[in-house]
């Protein structure tokens, strides 16, 4: 498998909110992965060098950090299997939009290692 296209019915968690301290899960981190793992369908995992949207449809559009939004979801995407391991990923798009009710697509896909090029 070379693409995983996913949409979940489900508001991302903020990192700020998913511990207490540096290394206790919060109650709201524990239901949010709880919810997240049940949408999310068992797919083949995509091995190697991949990329990742994540699209993020808010409520609360202004009050929230795009970028605390990635990581305890993109650490649940490797615990189901979609990729290996966080550290796979080459290339990242991420966006916010306003909408009347929380949810995200997230694609993950295959892609071939890069070079950086510096200008």
Same mark, same amino acid.
Request: charged share 40%.
């Given at each position: 498998?070379?693409?995983? =296209?996913?949409?979940?019915?489900?508001? *991302?968690?903020?990192?700020?909110? *998913? &511990? +207490?301290? +540096? $290394?206790?899960? @919060?109650?709201?981190?524990?239901?949010? !992965?709880? !919810?997240? %793992?049940? +949408?999310?369908?068992?797919?083949? /995992?995509?091995?190697?060098?991949?990329?990742? %949207?994540?699209? &993020?449809?808010?409520?609360?559009? *202004? $009050?929230?950090?795009?970028? =605390?939004?990635?990581?305890? @979801?993109?650490?649940?995407?490797?615990? $189901?299997?979609? &990729?290996?391991?966080?550290?796979?990923?080459?290339?990242?798009?991420?966006?916010?939009?306003? $909408?009347?009710?929380? /949810? /995200?697509?997230?694609?993950?896909?295959? @892609?071939? *290692?890069?070079?950086?090029?510096?200008?």
């Amino acid at each position: 498998m070379n693409e995983i =296209n996913l949409k979940v019915d489900v508001k *991302a968690i903020s990192i700020n909110k *998913a &511990f +207490q301290g +540096q $290394r206790f899960k @919060t109650k709201e981190c524990k239901e949010y !992965e709880k !919810e997240l %793992w049940y +949408q999310l369908p068992k797919k083949p /995992m995509i091995e190697g060098e991949i990329e990742i %949207w994540f699209d &993020f449809f808010l409520i609360n559009y *202004a $009050r929230t950090d795009i970028s =605390n939004l990635i990581k305890v @979801t993109e650490d649940l995407l490797v615990k $189901r299997g979609y &990729f290996e391991d966080d550290r796979k990923i080459v290339k990242m798009h991420i966006s916010k939009e306003k $909408r009347e009710k929380d /949810m /995200m697509t997230i694609k993950i896909k295959k @892609t071939e *290692a890069f070079e950086y090029k510096r200008k």
